[in-house]
């Protein structure tokens, strides 16, 4: 079964992070005018269409049906969706190398972070397989003219295909692309580091913090998205609810943080920002759109309309649970 095609919308609902929280989508459809249209879709007002950031799965109670639910909207034409790091590890989950090893051990760690799809599906279910392959279906990133979307950054060339591995649309020709990415060093791996995981910060030697779950860490996500400031260890760290004072307030090497931005307005999920950030969460040319919906938090959209050159403020919109 194909996507169904339908002509260029005149405008997107960018939709952030919904991780498993189907009564607050189905809120934020309401708030956005969409009409329920069966048990799993929604229709959009005239003319328009959503785009989904990916981690559809996950911390929520309602996996399967805020997965099944983007599924069929993709698949009417009503909307569009990116692979977000949890859909990425539900299909390495369930995915072997030639030697039959496991392309993502079936440790304690790596089953916490995709419980919540697990026990939502039925592990081993007919549903479970269905929706690992559609997951793997899914592009890592949508170029749609005047705007692009990934789940964590965009892709520093739009037109990178990890050598066949990625189709024109940015989809994965097959499970090499899985098994490649695992690989440290391929084209593959930095790709998916990239656009579904983002770009990193190495703490300086000796410097750690703490996240939010109480893990210590030496490495932090990076705000790639700021604009203007100095950029010092601690602004840019994106480690939201963690305790940042360790970090040092002393400038970032250039060497370290020099990476080819977007020229065009991006919008992307992934950093659990707190709610009370929405602020500092956009700048001219970014989005972030994941305020923790799966666990309290607001689910956010933006609404991009026809005719539009940059990001206007007020087309945040943000409902709760």
């Known amino acids: 079964m194909t996507e169904t095609k339908t002509k260029h919308p005149r405008g997107y609902d960018i939709i952030g992070d919904v991780h498993g929280r189907l009564d607050t989508l189905q809120r934020l459809f309401r708030t956005l005018g969409y009409r329920r249209d069966g048990a799993f879709s929604w229709k959009p007002p005239e003319g328009r269409r959503a785009v989904f950031l990916g981690d559809l799965v996950d911390r929520g109670p309602f996996s399967a049906e805020a997965a099944l639910t983007a599924r069929k909207m993709c698949r009417d034409g009503r909307a569009l969706c990116v692979m977000g790091n949890h859909e990425y590890n539900v299909v390495c989950w369930g995915l072997r190398r030639a030697d039959g090893s496991r392309l993502r051990a079936h440790g304690e760690k790596n089953r916490k972070q995709i419980e919540g799809f697990l026990t939502s599906v039925g592990e081993g279910s007919s549903l479970h397989h269905k929706l690992s392959e559609w997951f793997a279906s899914l592009p890592l990133w949508l170029d749609l003219g005047p705007?692009?979307?990934?789940?964590?950054?965009?892709?520093?060339?739009?037109?990178?295909?990890?050598?066949?591995?990625?189709?024109?649309?940015?989809?994965?020709?097959?499970?090499?692309?899985?098994?490649?990415?695992?690989?440290?060093?391929?084209?593959?791996?930095?790709?998916?580091?990239?656009?579904?995981?983002?770009?990193?910060?190495?703490?300086?030697?000796?410097?750690?913090?703490?996240?939010?779950?109480?893990?210590?860490?030496?490495?932090?996500?990076?705000?790639?998205?700021?604009?203007?400031?100095?950029?010092?260890?601690?602004?840019?760290?994106?480690?939201?609810?963690?305790?940042?004072?360790?970090?040092?307030?002393?400038?970032?090497?250039?060497?370290?943080?020099?990476?080819?931005?977007?020229?065009?307005?991006?919008?992307?999920?992934?950093?659990?920002?707190?709610?009370?950030?929405?602020?500092?969460?956009?700048t001219r040319r970014a989005v972030c759109l994941d305020f923790r919906a799966g666990t309290g938090g607001p689910l956010t959209a933006y609404r991009w309309n026809e005719g539009d050159d940059g990001i206007i403020a007020d087309r945040i919109i943000s409902v709760f649970p």
């Open 147 to 282: 705007f692009c979307c990934a789940h964590a950054c965009p892709p520093a060339s739009p037109a990178e295909r990890c050598g066949g591995l990625l189709d024109a649309d940015a989809r994965p020709a097959g499970p090499e692309f899985f098994i490649e990415s695992r690989r440290e060093g391929t084209a593959a791996c930095a790709i998916v580091n990239r656009v579904l995981k983002g770009p990193s910060l190495q703490l300086p030697r000796g410097v750690t913090f703490r996240d939010r779950y109480g893990v210590e860490r030496s490495m932090s996500r990076m705000r790639w998205w700021q604009e203007g400031g100095e950029r010092t260890w601690r602004s840019l760290a994106a480690a939201g609810g963690a305790d940042l004072s360790r970090l040092p307030e002393t400038p970032v090497p250039e060497e370290l943080t020099a990476m080819t931005l977007p020229d065009k307005p991006a919008f992307f999920g992934h950093y659990g920002l707190p709610p009370e950030a929405h602020a500092s969460a956009f």
